[in-house]
């Protein structure tokens, strides 16, 4: 299950399984957030009415944990949810969300944390030692094990005679692109033929773009946009160097 975005039916057709699609809104703040999550169980509890569920997999606490718990409450379908650090500290000392987010945790059969660190997060939200396991993110090496031509990857990016420092990731604030932005006003004194190259698309982009200009920054800094899966290898092994310098913003609990 997962919502309607533009392009969705090429990847839905690919996959040797069903998608159900729901048509959610994905933008706004948290009171759009009890929309969704109402909308998500409703369609969720009508799905399970129509097959045999034996389990739900929830990839986010917020809205589809919110699903998971009120299916169990209603159905008596288990349910497992899957936690990574933002997500818990941005809520758990909110009245209401912390509330929700505690029933939630505490509700599941299981609870998948992608680290220590958000194991810790998990538990300090009062999930229970017991039901709560680290499963870390998985790598396929073997897109990036073949050699990359770099000369021929340099040509076709356009690279060839700079330096370049590569970042990608969401345009978000706790990723530090501006950080690196910063750095490079003096970088370029020392090494004029550096290029900044940021790979992504997020809300965050369009203050990265004022930066730009703010900080004299045209004929160094490139946006790549979002980067397709089958171009990574290639624009990491064209690169220089790899740039992630993420932040912690506490105050709204925006972690890496």
């Keep these: 299950m997962a919502p309607v975005v533009s392009g969705a039916e090429a990847v839905d057709s690919q996959l040797p399984y069903p998608v159900e699609r729901v048509p959610l809104r994905l933008q ?18 009508a799905y399970c009415r129509r097959h045999r569920v034996r ?18 409450a209603l159905l008596g379908i288990p349910y497992v949810v899957y936690v990574y650090g933002a997500d818990l500290l941005e809520f758990y000392e909110r009245p209401f969300w912390g509330r929700a987010l505690r029933a939630i945790l505490q509700g599941a059969d299981r609870v998948v944390a992608i680290s220590g660190f958000s194991r810790r997060a998990a538990l300090s939200c009062g999930a229970e030692e017991r039901r709560l396991h680290v499963v870390q993110p998985a790598l396929d090496v073997s897109r990036f094990a073949a050699a990359v031509e770099r000369d021929s990857a340099r040509a076709r990016f356009g690279w060839q005679g700079r330096r370049v420092v590569l970042s990608v990731g969401r345009l978000v604030e706790r990723k530090g692109q501006d950080t690196v932005l910063r750095a490079l006003v003096d970088i370029v004194q020392s090494i004029p033929d550096v290029l900044y190259a940021i790979g992504g698309s997020g809300p965050y982009r369009d203050r990265l773009q004022a930066m730009v200009i703010e900080l004299g920054l045209r004929d160094h800094v490139e946006f790549l946009g979002f980067v397709d899966e089958d171009e990574l290898a290639d624009r990491y092994g064209g690169a220089d160097v790899f740039a992630m310098v993420s932040r912690e913003i506490a105050e709204v609990g925006e972690v890496e």
């Design 28 to 45: 706004g703040g948290r009171l759009n957030k009890v929309f969704k999550a109402l909308q998500l169980l409703r369609a969720a509890l």
């Design 55 to 72: 389990a739900i997999h929830c990839g986010q606490v917020f809205s589809t944990g919110f699903a998971g718990r009120g299916c169990r």
